[in-house]
Every structure is written in structure tokens, then in C-alpha cells.
């Protein structure tokens, strides 16, 4: 049931950053592509993150911990490529910017849900 929950807030802050940020874009049923993403990157945060976040550590020392904004870009965008090439969802992410925005908006709005 919390997981299910999750999935919820997390397909719901993903409609907010669809909603204030003009350069996503979502093609198809809404709320089947918001599903269908969240699922997608739940399953990037799962599998590709804790890599990204082992080899990116000394920048993340360095920027005192700023640098897991880029990482969790990197993730978001990553998610929005495989949606749209693999997996035939239309999530579309304009650029590596919006790509930051929009993880930045996912993670808050995802945070005051939870």
C-alpha cells in the first residue's frame, strides 16, 4: 500500500512539473503516460542512481552536496529518453535545464506529498 502511494506522489509531482514547465511535454492518455513514468523513474532511481552517486562522490563532497541536483537531473532526463525511446510512453523533456527544473519540482513536490 506504500508503495503504491509513492508511485501516486510521484506521478503527481511529475503533472505539477508537466504543468509549470513548458519544456515537458506529455503525449497520449495523461495520466497513463504519469504512470507509466513514475514507474520508469522510480526504476532509474533504483537501478542507475546509486551508480551515478558512487562515482560523482569527491564532486559531491566538493560542492557540499549540490552536485546531487545534477544527478538527479541526469536521472530525470535519463527517464524521459527511456520513456519516449523504449518504452513508447510520450513524456518528452525538452533539454538537460528543464530536465533540472522538473527533478527539482518532483523532488519537492514529491516530498510535501509524502
Known sequence: MKLLLRWAFIALSLFAAAYFLPGIRVRGNGWIVYAAMALILSLVNLVIRPILRFFAFPLTIVTLGLFLLVINAITFWLSSYLAV??????????????????????????????
Open 85 to 114: 525511446n523504449f518504452f513508447d510512453v510520450g513524456f518528452y523533456v525538452d533539454n538537460f535545464l528543464t530536465a533540472f527544473w522538473g527533478a527539482l519540482i518532483v523532488s519537492i513536490v514529491s516530498s510535501v506529498l509524502s
